[in-house]
């Protein structure tokens, strides 16, 4: 891309790579509004496990990664990070130490399905600086609250968030407001 105004970083889900829906959608919403993307599998995956390892082992791998694409391709530029589901929690933990400016959850998993009181708020509170979430209503992992600094948009579906579409909308909006 010539000229991009910003780099955003995606990560998966614990149970699925790059190429799930709405981290495709949130791609081509981010690319409309000009900013390089770069979709990063962790490390478990290329090493072909499908189960994957401890929180700090992800974040201290996702940590890594972001620094280098710092260093290189995405140097100079605002960074934004985020993912789907467990890798939207690992761009939470992380987003102060990554310096990122901006936060984008999909399907954020708030908590085990049907376990409410094993919340994970906490790590969407810890963000401070501005956030999306994108979640199914009838997301069994729970629906996060609106934040100080979160907005949170509710699109038909589950936790698979299977509208490409829907997504790229809701992302390119916020986007095009966060950067103007």
Same mark, same amino acid.
């Given at each position: 891309?010539?000229? %991009?105004?910003?780099?955003?970083?995606?990560?998966?889900?614990?149970?699925?790579?790059?190429?799930? %829906?709405?981290? /495709?959608?949130?791609?081509?919403?981010?690319?409309? *509004?000009?900013?390089?993307?770069?979709?990063?599998?962790?490390?478990?995956?290329?090493?072909?496990?499908?189960?994957?390892? !401890?929180?700090?082992?992800?974040?201290?791998?996702?940590?890594? =990664?972001?620094?280098?694409?710092?260093?290189?391709?995405?140097?100079?530029?605002?960074?934004?990070? &985020?993912?789907?589901?467990?890798?939207?929690?690992?761009?939470?933990?992380?987003?102060?130490?990554?310096?990122?400016?901006?936060?984008?959850?999909?399907?954020?998993?708030?908590? %085990?399905?049907?376990?409410?009181? $094993?919340?994970?708020?906490?790590?969407?509170?810890?963000? $401070?600086? %501005?956030?999306?979430?994108? *979640?199914?209503?009838?997301? !069994?992992?729970?629906? !996060?609250?609106?934040?100080?600094?979160?907005?949170?948009?509710? =699109?038909? &579906?589950?936790?698979?968030?299977?509208?490409?579409?829907?997504?790229?909308? /809701?992302?390119?909006?916020?986007?095009?407001?966060?950067?103007?």
């Amino acid at each position: 891309m010539d000229s %991009p105004v910003a780099a955003l970083v995606l990560g998966h889900g614990a149970g699925g790579g790059v190429e799930a %829906p709405d981290l /495709i959608g949130a791609t081509g919403a981010a690319r409309s *509004q000009r900013l390089a993307v770069a979709l990063v599998e962790q490390p478990y995956r290329v090493a072909g496990r499908r189960s994957p390892p !401890p929180a700090s082992t992800l974040d201290e791998a996702w940590t890594a =990664i972001v620094a280098r694409l710092q260093e290189g391709p995405l140097a100079d530029l605002p960074l934004l990070t &985020g993912g789907r589901s467990s890798g939207a929690r690992v761009a939470c933990r992380t987003a102060a130490d990554t310096g990122s400016v901006a936060v984008l959850c999909l399907a954020f998993p708030l908590h %085990p399905p049907g376990r409410p009181e $094993k919340t994970r708020l906490p790590e969407l509170d810890a963000v $401070k600086v %501005p956030t999306l979430v994108v *979640q199914g209503t009838n997301d !069994p992992f729970g629906m !996060p609250p609106d934040g100080p600094a979160r907005t949170v948009a509710a =699109i038909a &579906g589950t936790h698979s968030l299977r509208s490409s579409g829907a997504v790229a909308a /809701i992302v390119s909006e916020w986007l095009a407001a966060l950067l103007a």
